[in-house]
């Protein structure tokens, strides 16, 4: 029988993070992975590159651009503000590297069954192999194995992208340019612009008449499909002339933006997507996992020093240190102003983001990492209505459907003294 400290399940960007992290602490990792390890992770990842910088790790980027734009309303929109595209070999061996290091032991298989004691949680494999660890981390994703979430009655938003690596007849998007968000409509009819979501071009400039064009609903409920996103794409294309004469990949993504809480009382830990650590209003998570997963795996390795604490209390710790108060209003900040967004037609969300990024920068980077605090959150949401047009202020103060809820709950955390307590009533 295997024994750890911690056992981390998943070995996709998530479970490596938290599993290096842990091991530079000198905490006995084991790591569990349905998949091979060094398999090459599928998804794109992309990040603005100071949130690297920070880290001290821009070293693993693929691509970076400066000439960073959008279109929303009022024309071209220059971020002034690098974006970079992980390349995702460095950063997989980058982390693996730091497990080897740390000596974490990985074993490649799929848990069943877990069960807890007063000294150890033990999971089962698909094989009856056990594994024992004194806490166990579940970074497999979206769709946990063993998380339990909170009851939320608000229909889960996803975030849809189709995208295709490949060549043009002509170059989508100028030499050596990103384009962050591109919400021009024109091709499409006045019944499709009334009538279906909007949706908006994700493009950039790889080099050697190499080129990524994707089409991306931010998120909707229920999600917008890949047949309407390739016909979108393809449309967009169209208008501007523009053929596709080589695909050397297509890429279908969709991920949950809006995943209630999990329970913050149960003996298993969370991270990643089993967290629900995706920001709720821009569906980023790299950078918040790089971020957070010291804190995390400090307040672990603190909690393992108490020889005699049970599985449950060293994952008390641990959630208390993911989703501490500040952390919680946030999330339900985010997705109030997510609800909204899904609310708004193409013009009022055209208005919404050109106000959104005439903020400061400080402020619109940090909305969009999750790094503000929530008097500075406030602060930038307070700003953004005062210098929003009329018609988008009122569509701000309307409050038709599960964004009242989400409010009430910001409100609620504000006034408890123990947020905890607030959110962890009901699980599904």
């Known amino acids: 029988m295997l024994d750890f400290d911690v056992l981390v399940i998943g070995s996709g960007p998530a479970g490596t993070i938290i599993a290096a992290a842990l091991a530079e602490r000198g905490v006995r990792v084991g790591g569990l992975t349905a998949s091979q390890l060094r398999q090459v992770w599928p998804n794109t990842y992309g990040i ?6 920070a880290l001290g790790l821009t070293e693993l980027l693929g691509h970076c651009w400066e000439n960073c734009v959008s279109y929303f309303g009022k024309g071209e929109v220059n971020h002034r503000r690098a974006y970079g595209l992980l390349d995702k070999v460095k950063l997989q061996n980058h982390l693996l590297a730091k497990c080897e290091a740390g000596g974490v032991a990985w074993h490649q298989g799929k848990a069943t069954n877990i069960e807890h004691d007063r000294e150890r949680s033990i999971v089962t494999t698909t094989t009856g192999e056990t594994i024992r660890a004194r806490v166990v981390i579940d970074a497999s994703g979206h769709d946990p194995m063993f998380v339990k979430r909170q009851k939320d009655r608000g229909a889960i938003a996803f975030q849809t992208a189709y995208g295709i690596v490949g060549h043009f007849s002509t170059p989508p998007v100028n030499p050596q340019q990103f384009v962050h968000q591109d919400f021009r409509s ?36 229920p999600p917008v499909s890949f047949e309407l996103l390739e016909r979108r794409l393809y449309q967009r294309l169209a208008a501007r002339g523009i053929k596709v004469t080589a695909v050397h990949e297509v890429e279908r993504c969709i991920f949950p933006m809006t995943l209630p809480l999990p329970d913050l009382h149960q003996p298993v830990v969370a991270f990643g997507g089993a967290a629900s650590m995706v920001h709720p209003a821009s569906g980023y998570l790299v950078g918040a996992l790089l971020r957070r997963a010291p804190g995390l795996a400090a307040a672990i390795a603190t909690a393992l020093q108490d020889a005699q604490a049970e599985p449950a209390a060293i994952a008390r710790a641990a959630w208390r240190q993911l989703w501490n108060p500040d952390r919680l209003r946030k999330y339900y900040l985010y997705r109030f102003g997510l609800e909204k967004l899904m609310r708004f ?11 959104f990024f005439s903020l400061p920068q400080s402020q619109w980077s940090g909305f969009l990492a999750d790094t503000l605090s929530t008097p500075e959150l406030l602060a930038a949401m307070v700003r953004l209505f005062a210098i929003a047009p009329n018609s988008l202020r009122w569509g701000l103060m309307q409050f038709p459907g599960w964004e009242s809820n989400l409010f009430w709950q910001f ?3 504000q ?13 599904t």
């Open 411 to 413: 409100i609620s955390l």
């Open 345 to 355: 037609d193409e013009v009022l969300l055209k208005q919404h983001l050109d106000t």
């Open 186 to 221: 024109e091709h499409l009819s006045a019944t499709e612009r009334a009538n279906e979501p909007p949706t908006f071009l994700y493009a950039m400039d790889l080099g050697d008449d190499v080129y990524f064009v994707e089409e991306t609903s931010l998120a909707m409920a």
């Open 48 to 53: 603005w590159r100071d949130e690297l910088e």
């Open 415 to 427: 006034a408890a003294k123990s947020p905890l307590a607030v959110t962890s009533k009901s699980v």
